[in-house]
């Protein structure tokens, strides 16, 4: 049984008028990572909206291990574009948010905070606030609040894209590699074609509501730097180009 199911999902933001996604049908197997590409406006981060519960669906089904999606689910985690970090709180508070909103804290959550603190490089800033942060710094702070749910489905819109090329680079790398740790399924919006294309284990593009293409990435794992620079990373790359220009192959 595929992890995550969308059958025929069909969204409006106004019943019957407006609409935005037209028939999206998209299955994601345990532990794989997923991306949707497109263009702004095509309608991906509805569908990743959807997919998390945030909203529902006009027709059509999503199912998460069999049971219906029909409202946020504790084993889920959402990291959105920006980092979203309090800035009156610490970086170790803030990793320890979601818990403290459920129960109170104990030693071992601070252990836990710490291990992913380390895994993201920033143990040493545990006290520091996200104002005195870089961008890089405070996404990698996001991303360790998310593994504190110990979430088995990840969602991410966007979360690299305000970063300089080094940065998102060294952070899709931490990315990977603490989802594979932790067998976590992923879905990641974006419209950085090379990034999809790096991240994932199948991409889809979308336009106008549809998903128009969808394939495979045959790049071994784990992911490496020199893939990218390697002839059939950037044949996917100019091959899913083509599509978002509207091109039939």
């Given at each position: 049984?595929?992890?995550?199911?969308?059958?025929d999902?069909?969204?409006?933001?106004?019943?019957g008028k407006?609409?935005?996604?037209?028939?999206?049908s998209?299955?994601?197997?345990?532990?794989?990572?997923?991306c949707?590409l497109?263009?702004?406006?095509?309608?991906?981060?509805?569908?990743?909206k959807l997919a998390?519960g945030?909203?529902?669906?006009?027709?059509g089904?999503?199912?998460?291990?069999?049971k219906?999606?029909?409202?946020p689910l504790?084993?889920?985690s959402?990291?959105?574009?920006?980092?979203?970090?309090?800035?009156?709180?610490?970086?170790?508070?803030?990793?320890?948010?979601?818990i403290?909103?459920?129960?109170?804290?104990?030693?071992?959550d601070m252990e836990?905070a710490m291990?992913y603190?380390?895994?993201?490089g920033?143990?040493?800033?545990?006290?520091?606030?996200?104002l005195?942060?870089s961008g890089g710094?405070?996404?990698?702070?996001?991303l360790?609040?998310?593994?504190?749910?110990k979430?088995?489905?990840?969602?991410?819109?966007?979360p690299f894209?305000?970063?300089?090329?080094?940065t998102?680079e060294?952070l899709?790398d931490?990315?990977l590699?603490?989802c594979?740790?932790?067998?976590?399924t992923?879905?990641?919006?974006?419209?950085?074609?090379?990034?999809?294309?790096y991240?994932?284990d199948?991409?889809?593009v979308?336009?106008?509501g549809e998903i128009?293409?969808?394939?495979?990435?045959m790049?071994?794992?784990p992911?490496?730097?020199?893939?990218r620079?390697?002839p059939?990373?950037?044949e996917l790359?100019?091959t899913?180009?083509q599509?978002m220009?509207?091109?039939?192959?």
């Amino acid at each position: 049984m595929s992890f995550l199911v969308m059958e025929d999902v069909t969204y409006s933001y106004e019943q019957g008028k407006n609409q935005i996604l037209r028939g999206i049908s998209w299955e994601i197997n345990k532990g794989e990572f997923h991306c949707l590409l497109g263009k702004s406006g095509c309608g991906k981060t509805t569908l990743l909206k959807l997919a998390a519960g945030l909203l529902s669906s006009e027709n059509g089904s999503i199912r998460l291990q069999g049971k219906e999606v029909i409202k946020p689910l504790p084993n889920c985690s959402f990291v959105f574009q920006t980092p979203t970090l309090l800035e009156w709180k610490t970086v170790i508070e803030n990793v320890l948010l979601p818990i403290k909103l459920k129960r109170k804290i104990r030693s071992e959550d601070m252990e836990q905070a710490m291990e992913y603190l380390e895994l993201v490089g920033l143990a040493s800033y545990r006290d520091c606030y996200p104002l005195q942060l870089s961008g890089g710094q405070q996404s990698r702070v996001a991303l360790a609040r998310a593994l504190m749910q110990k979430p088995s489905l990840l969602f991410l819109d966007e979360p690299f894209a305000a970063l300089d090329a080094i940065t998102r680079e060294e952070l899709q790398d931490d990315l990977l590699r603490m989802c594979y740790m932790h067998n976590i399924t992923v879905l990641f919006i974006t419209h950085d074609i090379a990034e999809a294309v790096y991240l994932s284990d199948r991409v889809a593009v979308m336009a106008h509501g549809e998903i128009v293409y969808q394939t495979p990435i045959m790049l071994e794992r784990p992911r490496r730097m020199e893939m990218r620079y390697e002839p059939y990373f950037n044949e996917l790359c100019f091959t899913l180009r083509q599509v978002m220009n509207g091109e039939r192959l």
